[in-house]
């Protein structure tokens, strides 16, 4: 069974403003920090922010920075993306992951890169009109 099951994807108009949730299916994931990727058709997947387990620190690469928020709702079980001002480069299979090995180190750690997340969703589909 799919650990992390990601939703609120869907179609888009340039402008619009979008929420994705990131839930897990099974286990907790409230301790671990937690990060969020964007796969564009013919592309590599790509880092868009991480959230460490209390929600204290957050971080984001340039390309999304301003337009993208990570928040976390440990009572719930529940990360979620929100996305500003949707751009149609932005269209792409959002997908959340659980950083196992973040337990290690401090409560504001949270990783950039993809190797160190090792629990995936599926993925929501994104796609911005213009």
């Known amino acids: 069974q799919v650990p992390l099951v990601e939703s609120g994807g869907g179609l888009v108009q340039a402008g619009d403003s979008l929420t994705l949730s990131c839930a897990a299916s099974e286990r907790t994931y409230s301790v671990y920090a937690m990060g969020w990727f964007r796969q564009a058709p013919g592309k590599e997947r790509e880092f868009v922010g991480a959230i460490s387990w209390g929600g204290d620190s957050t971080y984001y690469p340039d390309s999304v920075k301003g337009r993208f928020t990570i928040s976390r709702d440990n009572a719930k079980n529940t990360v979620y993306l929100q996305i500003s001002s949707l751009k149609p480069e932005d269209t792409a299979v959002y997908s959340c992951?659980?950083?196992?090995?973040?337990?290690?180190?401090?409560?504001?750690?949270?990783?950039?890169?993809?190797?160190?997340?090792?629990?995936w969703g599926q993925g929501t589909q994104v796609t911005v009109s213009s």
């Open positions: 992951a659980a950083d196992l090995s973040s337990i290690s180190y401090s409560g504001t750690y949270c990783s950039t890169f993809e190797d160190d997340y090792t629990d």
